[in-house]
């Protein structure tokens, strides 16, 4: 049987804080979905990382937080996608 992916949704995840909090889950085994308004160099280098050194996948989802009315098709979305978030 195979186990479901646990999925991190993290926000503001193109650089800094985010971005490390996002490497630090996929070295621990969590898929993340990174959102940010722009697909920094940074996160690009990390979805690599992740890739070639068999952590949990990392992906990047671009979309503008600001736009309040917008979240819930982006989360709907994202589960179509991934499948649920981790509690």
């Given amino acids: 049987m195979t ?6 949704l993290i926000t503001g995840a193109s650089r800094g804080l985010g971005l490390g909090i996002a490497r630090k889950l996929t070295s621990a085994g969590y898929q993340v979905i990174a959102v940010a308004r722009q697909k920094s160099k940074q996160v690009t280098e990390a979805i690599a990382e992740a890739k070639n050194g068999n952590h949990a996948p990392l992906h990047f989802e671009p979309f503008d937080l600001g ?9 709907k979305k994202i589960r179509r996608e991934f499948g649920p978030f981790t509690d």
Avoid: G, M, S, W
């Fill in 3 to 8: 186990e479901t992916p646990r999925n991190v």
């Fill in 67 to 75: 736009k309040i009315e917008e979240i819930p098709d982006l989360v």
